[in-house]
């Protein structure tokens, strides 16, 4: 993959079981040792827009991706097996 994170960011997440939209990438986890992606990390929609009540993120395993186009990437799998609490943020 020659492609930089910051291209990763631009694309939304389909669940092709369900069709089901997931997001826009947020953050991938990164295995140091071998220098390549495990997870995408795509945030939960909140309540309000997005806006609040965001507590959520999916993890999804790398193994899971089954293509990226140029504008989606499709994932395939149980996500609620991947759904994680997202950590709270301290506000000052």
């Known amino acids: 993959m020659g492609n930089?994170?910051?291209s990763l960011k631009c694309k939304e997440v389909v669940n092709?079981?369900?069709g089901c939209r997931l997001g826009f990438v947020c953050d991938v986890e990164v295995d140091c040792r071998n220098g390549r992606i495990v997870a995408i990390v795509v945030p939960c929609h909140g309540k309000c827009f997005g806006l609040f009540g965001r507590?959520?993120?999916f993890v999804i395993p790398w193994q899971s991706i089954r293509r990226i186009g140029d504008d989606i990437i499709l994932?395939?799998?149980?996500l609620d097996k991947c759904r994680l609490p997202r950590h709270k943020r301290?506000?000052?």
Do not use: K, Q
């Not at 994932?75 to 149980?78: H, R, S």
């Open 90 to 92: 301290p506000f000052f």
């Open 75 to 78: 994932v395939d799998g149980d």
């Open 55 to 57: 507590h959520d993120e």
């Open 16 to 18: 092709i079981c369900d």
């Open 4 to 6: 930089r994170f910051s």
